[in-house]
């Protein structure tokens, strides 16, 4: 019996982690990223260890060019925002966790002066890279890896910077520099890459996600920012924070909008009440926190649909995540598998969080009290975990079948390898047609490090 139970823990383990990570072909993720996130999990619980790393939150640095209202980590680290990891730090950070995902974030990581070096460094490290953005560089990072491939294909890019013009993604100006190379940068650029996505924040539709950015025209960029990716090939998924005043069915018309565009998927959370970000509403903005953030209560209440979000829309989370958020069952909290490394080391004991900062994962791993924190059994061990159920906290959980619930495995199967939710229903448009003189591709190579 003891057999069969931990075979299906193993088994939930094995095909849950991947909520983690993402969608190929037809299915909700691709099956190889699926198979190396699998095997590490196998791995690690194979040779015994409780405790380990799925994914590497990396913050190279905390500068901004936004000041989002509710953004913990602009506020936090007020005093270091000049401060940036130096490159070899950001992949010794990798090779020490061995999380086979890093999202990597901030601050705004396209502020990052090595991010070309620090994604082609995880590439060769085989890691599953998300870089999450507000969206305002992405499109002139895609404009140095145009200017890349004009220097190595002239005649296809040509051809795709007439059209990228002809659909208002990039200026007459900016494609003649691109054909000129003036444009072309001296560092590698961000190309696409079975193992990369870029993660762009959207909170809602036009009118709440600029509010909530603090500047108009954020939303409209990031829009402009999707349709470029997607027609040049990127992967690309959002994540969107729940807050107090998000209204659910805004939310369900952004997904099906995203969907038009041909997103990949999008994560969820309900926003967390740092401490720091609670301060500077009431101080700078003169709002009462308690009428921002969510409590638990208020969480599932705004969430009582995510299991069917789930069905509807390709949401990267477990079924077992979705029933969390919706109140219909409990997890414990596993802060450990979701590690944030930054400018001032390893963040403990989590993302949100900070007693202090480790000079090591394994440091943080044996000195942290794991069982003073997190909830278990519904009631939290530390009175600023009441009101969290954010997915840096309880995503591991369920993806590792920490807390096991008949039938789990058979959903799991369902969400991972059924057919992936598209609710626009139409095909969305992701790529152009065949150039006229169409060449071989060529992939750009990562540049040693
Ligand atoms: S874009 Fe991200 S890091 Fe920048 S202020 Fe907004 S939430 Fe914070
Ligand atoms: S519940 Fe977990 S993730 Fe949330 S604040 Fe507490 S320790 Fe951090």
């Given at each position: 019996m003891c057999f069969l139970i931990s075979m299906e823990r193993l088994a939930i383990a094995f095909i849950g982690n991947l909520p983690l990570i993402f969608n190929f072909i037809s299915m909700r993720f691709p099956l190889p990223l699926t198979l190396q996130i699998a095997g590490h999990i196998l791995g690690n619980q194979i040779r015994g260890r409780k405790k380990f790393a799925t994914v590497l939150q990396l913050?190279?640095?905390?500068?901004?060019?936004l000041t989002c209202t509710g953004c913990g980590r602009i506020r936090e680290y007020s005093t270091s925002l000049k401060d940036v990891m130096p490159l070899g730090d950001c992949l010794a950070a990798s090779d020490e966790c061995g999380a086979p995902m890093v999202s990597i974030c901030g601050g705004e990581p396209l502020l990052y002066p090595h991010i070309e070096q620090l994604v082609a460094g995880l590439h060769q490290r085989k890691r599953i890279v998300y870089v999450c953005t507000n969206g305002m560089f992405m499109r002139k990072k895609m404009r140095d890896y145009l200017a890349v491939q004009f220097q190595q294909n002239p005649s296809r890019t040509a051809w795709i910077l007439e059209e990228l013009v002809a659909e208002e993604l990039l200026t007459p100006s900016d494609a003649e520099k691109i054909r000129s190379g003036t444009l072309t940068p001296k560092h590698p650029a961000i190309a696409p890459h079975p193992r990369f996505y870029w993660n762009v924040h959207l909170d809602g539709l036009e009118t709440t996600h600029d509010i909530i950015v603090e500047r108009k025209g954020v939303f409209a960029e990031c829009i402009a920012a999707i349709r470029m990716a997607k027609i040049l090939g990127f992967q690309v998924a959002t994540n969107t924070t729940i807050y107090r005043e998000t209204d659910p069915a805004e939310i369900e018309h952004l997904f099906e909008m995203l969907s038009h565009l041909g997103v990949d998927g999008h994560t969820l959370s309900p926003g967390y009440e740092y401490d720091a970000a609670k301060r500077d509403m009431a101080d700078r903005l003169g709002i009462d926190p308690a009428k921002f953030f969510l409590t638990r209560k208020a969480t599932v209440e705004k969430l009582k649909n995510a299991v069917a979000w789930g069905k509807r829309y390709p949401i990267f989370g477990t079924p077992a995540f979705l029933e969390f958020l919706a109140g219909q069952r409990e997890l414990p909290c596993s802060a450990w598998a979701i590690p944030t490394r930054n400018v001032a080391g390893w963040k403990g004991p989590c993302y949100f969080m900070t007693d202090g900062h480790h000079a090591t994962y394994r440091d943080l791993l044996e000195k942290t009290?794991?069982?003073?924190?997190g909830v278990s059994d519904g009631k939290a061990n530390d009175p600023r975990c009441e009101n969290c159920m954010t997915h840096c906290g309880f995503e591991p959980s369920a993806a590792l079948g920490l807390a096991p619930q008949p039938g789990d495995l058979w959903k799991i199967i369902r969400f991972n390898f059924g057919p992936k939710p598209n609710p626009s229903k139409a095909k969305p448009r992701v790529t152009l047609s065949k150039p006229p003189h169409d060449e071989p591709a060529r992939i750009e190579q990562p540049a040693s490090l």
């Amino acid at each position: 019996m003891c057999f069969l139970i931990s075979m299906e823990r193993l088994a939930i383990a094995f095909i849950g982690n991947l909520p983690l990570i993402f969608n190929f072909i037809s299915m909700r993720f691709p099956l190889p990223l699926t198979l190396q996130i699998a095997g590490h999990i196998l791995g690690n619980q194979i040779r015994g260890r409780k405790k380990f790393a799925t994914v590497l939150q990396l913050e190279p640095l905390h500068t901004c060019n936004l000041t989002c209202t509710g953004c913990g980590r602009i506020r936090e680290y007020s005093t270091s925002l000049k401060d940036v990891m130096p490159l070899g730090d950001c992949l010794a950070a990798s090779d020490e966790c061995g999380a086979p995902m890093v999202s990597i974030c901030g601050g705004e990581p396209l502020l990052y002066p090595h991010i070309e070096q620090l994604v082609a460094g995880l590439h060769q490290r085989k890691r599953i890279v998300y870089v999450c953005t507000n969206g305002m560089f992405m499109r002139k990072k895609m404009r140095d890896y145009l200017a890349v491939q004009f220097q190595q294909n002239p005649s296809r890019t040509a051809w795709i910077l007439e059209e990228l013009v002809a659909e208002e993604l990039l200026t007459p100006s900016d494609a003649e520099k691109i054909r000129s190379g003036t444009l072309t940068p001296k560092h590698p650029a961000i190309a696409p890459h079975p193992r990369f996505y870029w993660n762009v924040h959207l909170d809602g539709l036009e009118t709440t996600h600029d509010i909530i950015v603090e500047r108009k025209g954020v939303f409209a960029e990031c829009i402009a920012a999707i349709r470029m990716a997607k027609i040049l090939g990127f992967q690309v998924a959002t994540n969107t924070t729940i807050y107090r005043e998000t209204d659910p069915a805004e939310i369900e018309h952004l997904f099906e909008m995203l969907s038009h565009l041909g997103v990949d998927g999008h994560t969820l959370s309900p926003g967390y009440e740092y401490d720091a970000a609670k301060r500077d509403m009431a101080d700078r903005l003169g709002i009462d926190p308690a009428k921002f953030f969510l409590t638990r209560k208020a969480t599932v209440e705004k969430l009582k649909n995510a299991v069917a979000w789930g069905k509807r829309y390709p949401i990267f989370g477990t079924p077992a995540f979705l029933e969390f958020l919706a109140g219909q069952r409990e997890l414990p909290c596993s802060a450990w598998a979701i590690p944030t490394r930054n400018v001032a080391g390893w963040k403990g004991p989590c993302y949100f969080m900070t007693d202090g900062h480790h000079a090591t994962y394994r440091d943080l791993l044996e000195k942290t009290d794991w069982s003073g924190v997190g909830v278990s059994d519904g009631k939290a061990n530390d009175p600023r975990c009441e009101n969290c159920m954010t997915h840096c906290g309880f995503e591991p959980s369920a993806a590792l079948g920490l807390a096991p619930q008949p039938g789990d495995l058979w959903k799991i199967i369902r969400f991972n390898f059924g057919p992936k939710p598209n609710p626009s229903k139409a095909k969305p448009r992701v790529t152009l047609s065949k150039p006229p003189h169409d060449e071989p591709a060529r992939i750009e190579q990562p540049a040693s490090l």
